[in-house]
């Protein structure tokens, strides 16, 4: 019995066995490229499930499969996805695939903006937009995604700042010279939350915030969509100047690990950088992908020759026996031991974009990003000849040499998404929730408080900014036959802004020396709400006409409603090889609750004075209305444009688009005003009776009007030899003008004192101090397993007035051009690794004065005079290669970054 049962066993496992062999098939096959040649290490796998194969040197391949029916993907770097449903039924399948050569054209690709009722190609759509995709960002050799536009978008700017404080989180940019609030960000179609900080220093962006770009990891992006123009009827305030849309990467395709480091040509600046990128398919259609990134950034030093006798005369005592001393420290410590650079910083980024079917017709999106940051500057350095410690700096019996107070921020900044989309009956609905904050907290660290003396502690928490949003959408579009699309929609928006309070000692008296703190007095939160609604219409008049038309209207809690519309038409002519387009619309941008209600006191250095406090008061405080300021109100803009798109063919594009900005009650961060020369003014009255020593504050001040012409042309698959292809891209943008239309409307009090809100300094701040033009030509070559991308940047004269220099001159930085390169190498299909060299020149500003008449030119030639002038530039000689307020692009000379890429 127990052999029959064993025969059995036997029996049935060999069944059971024939009968698997029966059903086991196996794939095979052969993956080239266009040109026949067979791939190595192609990824051929089945999505959702584990396992799957990579072919050989031959390019074959052999993937054994049960008898069932399969969706086989195949991936390669550099070259596009494919698919292929196989059904296997007990028998061997023989499949060969030829993969293309990733297209980096965009051109035909749906963006989604420019028109809230129907999404177009950027050839087809009726208004300028740039496509930009992630591998464009990545070879720029930039860690930073705002660093990396600035080498990829001519109207984009950004520079660090020469001194750094609270700006050493974020640096100011913007888009066609209209400062950072007037571009509005949104991530995935959404608005994102801008910073809890203002520009206060006087630098490029003074008195205004913008979202933090630097939050977005690259290596979460897919693609970055800049719509240039304005767009305020479509999205509602803050797109003056235009529309940044962040595109994340959804569907996942293979986890991708990088490592970066990097360093200047001095030595210093030393950064390392990690980052992963993952994710699953949930489904056929569903999908999460995530990015973890961390990255450290040493800092940088740039100091110049301190001049001593002019030293002595702002810091010291001014006297023959002071001079001594002062040539004595400086002989020892020519630079004064200033460190004058870009600061420290470490940073960890986290985000995550998903999304997946729930029936048929309602899918579920959801996207959210975090990111904390530390940043560590420096303040200039407190000579022994300028401040003392009262021995709580130094160790007791050693020699005093000053002390360096360090700024130190940490920012926390995230914005999360929720949505659901559902299409059904020609209608589609979109409902979303986003919520967004950014919150920034200061420690000063080896200072004094002055007016504490030797009971003063060393360490202060001056206090910081937060804000936060929370933002409803609902938008809804229907096409109503095959040329006429609606769309419509309204947003909720809630906002707060909070100033937080430093502990007592940072703003007793003098406060923290370098960076007083925030008293409780000026410690606010503030709320305000607003709801909009708009409606747009797109209306196909044939296949080479189209209107578009758009109204909105918006009613905000603090200071009432705003209505603007946007009217805008394309046509294509020559076989659509030539598109002409225009739009002309109104504008509007809510002062933000950041100018509405910041009350703070700042240090500054004051040429002849040394480092001054001065204070900025809201304009609901007792102070702004005893000078007459009013309540802000909103800008008010019209902006036109009109261009033309030639396509020729597949391979050659051309853009020119010129644009017109005209901004009426534009709000600024007004000059500081101060007692005048005679002292005897109604204004010396006020400020004399009230305490005030020096105040600014928000006003609409100005009306501007900018105009300019972008250009953009693209030449791509040149081929180069048998295997290589070339890309060649030029990109400009070039500004016509940018100027004051009409007077400056100052308060009553104030303009009979004959001071101004907007002095000649804040004039040239706000509208030359960016590049005149900037242009960019690069070539993108692959050959083989090589790959090379060659950019020049072509930053044109930007021209500056700064406070202490005379005003018979004007400061302009010279033309220069800016050469990087990036050489990249496939090794295999898993690594990758690339090489980056930025300003290979090593190309660094300069700048020249020069005379506005012949005063100026007096001056000019005169040694001391023009000695002067520059020591009140540049905090005599701590900044000579950018000034005190002015900088022209990157200061830190040749920069190299090296990366590894793992396909995991």
């Known amino acids: ?52 194969t990579f072919t050989n040197t031959s390019g074959t391949y052999q993937l054994s499969l049960a008898a069932g029916t399969y969706k086989i993907a195949f991936t390669s770097i550099g070259y596009t996805s494919s698919s292929i449903p196989v059904k296997m039924e007990h028998a061997d399948i023989t499949t060969d695939i030829i993969l293309k050569t990733a297209s980096v054209d965009l051109s035909e690709v749906i963006v989604a903006v420019g028109s809230r009722s129907s999404q177009r190609t950027s050839t ?41 404080d609270a700006s050493s989180l974020l640096d100011p940019y913007e888009i066609r010279n209209m400062g950072p609030s007037r571009t509005l960000i949104l991530v995935n179609g959404k608005r994102k939350n801008p910073s809890a900080l203002v520009y206060i220093q006087t630098s490029p962006g003074r008195g205004e915030t913008g979202a933090d770009l630097a939050a977005i990891p690259t290596d979460a992006i897919k693609r970055v969509e800049i719509l240039r123009d304005g767009a305020s009827a479509q999205y509602g305030s803050d797109a003056i100047a235009g529309v940044m849309n962040i595109i994340l990467k959804d569907k996942f395709e293979y986890t991708n690990f990088k490592i970066a480091s990097g360093i200047t040509h001095k030595g210093d600046g030393f950064s390392l950088s990690t980052s992963l990128n993952s994710g699953a398919n949930i489904g056929s259609k569903g999908f999460i992908n995530y990015t973890i ?111 360096g107070p360090t700024f130190q921020g940490d920012l926390n900044d995230y914005n999360a ?21 950014n919150k920034q907290l200061y420690t000063v660290d080896n200072t004094v408080n002055h007016s504490l003396a030797a009971n003063s502690p060393i360490s202060f928490k001056p206090g910081g900014f937060s804000f936060n949003q929370l933002v409803g959408n609902i938008d809804i579009t229907k096409a109503v036959g095959d040329k006429l699309s609606i769309g419509f929609g309204s947003e909720f928006r809630s906002e707060t802004f909070q100033i937080i309070a430093g502990d007592t000692a940072s703003y007793s008296g003098e406060g923290a020396n370098s960076f007083p703190g925030i008293s409780q007095p000026n410690a606010l939160k503030a709320n305000r709400f607003n709801m909009g609604g708009y409606l747009d219409v797109s209306y196909d008049l044939s296949h080479a006409l189209l209107f578009n038309g758009t109204v909105r209207e918006e009613y905000y809690s603090d200071f009432g409603s705003a209505f603007v519309w946007k009217i805008s038409g394309r046509a294509k ?36 004075q040394g480092i001054q406090t001065k204070g900025i008061v809201n304009n609901h405080s007792p102070q702004a209305h005893l000078l007459g300021v009013p309540a802000l109100k909103p800008e008010k803009s019209v902006n036109f444009t009109a261009g033309l798109g030639f396509k020729p063919s597949r391979n050659f594009s051309l853009t020119v688009d010129y644009y017109n900005i005209d901004v009426k009650d534009r709000i600024i961060l007004s000059s500081n005003i101060t007692h005048t020369a005679s002292g005897t003014t109604a204004l010396d009255t006020v400020l004399t009776n009230n305490g005030i020593v020096g105040v600014s504050f928000f006003t609409n001040g100005i009306r501007t009007k900018t105009q300019g012409i972008d250009v953009v042309a693209t030449y791509k698959n040149i081929l180069i030899g048998t295997s290589g292809k070339l890309t060649i891209n030029l990109a400009g943008n070039y500004t016509i003008s940018n100027k004051l239309d009409g007077a400056i409307t100052d308060p009553k009090l104030i303009s009979q004192a004959g001071q101004s809100t907007f002095d000649y300094i804040q004039e040239a701040l706000l509208l030359t101090s960016r590049p005149k033009y900037k242009a960019i030509l690069g070539g993108d070559l692959d050959i083989n ?34 050469t990087d390169i990036n050489i990249g190498y496939q090794f295999g299909n898993r690594v990758s690794a ?57 200061q830190l000379g040749t920069t190299f970054l090296a990366t590894l890429n793992f396909r995991l």
């Not at 496509?131 to 990396?148: M, P, R, Y």
């Not at 299409?423 to 967004?436: M, N, P, R, V, Y």
């Open 293 to 403: 990134n961390f990255q450290r950034e040493n800092k940088t030093n740039r100091p110049g020759t301190v001049d001593a006798e002019q030293d002595n005369k702002d810091l010291s005592d001014g006297t023959d026996a002071s001079l001594a001393n002062v040539k004595a420290f400086l002989a020892r410590f020519p630079d004064a031991k200033n460190i004058n650079g870009t600061p420290t910083n470490t940073a960890a980024k986290f985000l995550v974009n998903t999304g997946f079917p729930l029936t048929e017709n309602t899918s579920f999106y959801a996207n959210a990003a975090y990111i904390y940051k530390k940043v560590q500057s420096y303040a200039n350095y407190r000579t022994p000849y300028w401040k003392q410690d009262y021995g709580l700096l130094h160790t007791a019996g050693t020699e005093y040499l000053g002390y």
């Open 785 to 818: 397993k090589w790959s090379f991308s060659l950019n020049n940047t072509l930053y044109g004269p930007a021209t500056f007035r700064n406070d202490g220099l005379d005003e018979n001159l004007k400061l302009v930085f010279k033309t220069k051009v800016l």
């Open 1 to 52: 019995m127990k052999t029959f049962i064993h025969a059995i066993f036997v029996m049935a496992i060999l069944l059971h066995v024939s009968l698997r062999a029966v059903s086991q098939g196996v794939l095979k096959g052969t993956v080239k490229n266009e040109k026949g040649e067979p791939l190595e290490n192609v990824s051929i796998t089945i999505p959702g499930q584990k396992g799957g």
């Open 417 to 437: 998404t929720v949505g659901f989309k559902t299409e059904k009956g020609g209608w589609t609905h979109d409902i979303s929730l986003t919520t967004g904050g």
């Open 573 to 608: 002519l020559v076989d659509d090889m030539l598109t002409l387009r225009s739009s002309i619309s109104t504008g509007f941008r809510a002062p933000s609750l950041h100018q509405i209600n910041l009350q703070i006191a700042q240090q500054s250095f004051v040429p002849g």
């Open 834 to 890: 690339s090489i980056a060299v930025n300003n290979i020149l090593n190309i660094t500003p300069e700048y020249q004065l020069k005379a506005l008449n012949s005063d100026g030119q007096a001056v000019l030639n005169d040694p001391t005079q023009l000695k002067g002038n520059i020591n009140a530039i540049t905090f005599n000689g701590r900044y000579s290669m950018v000034t005190y307020d002015a900088s022209h692009f990157s």
């Open 124 to 164: 087809s759509s009726l208004l300028p937009v740039d496509n930009i995709n992630a591998s464009e960002l990545q070879t720029t050799g930039q860690l930073s995604f705002d660093k990396a536009l600035q080498l990829r978008v001519p109207s984009f700017n950004t520079v660090n700042t020469p001194v750094n």
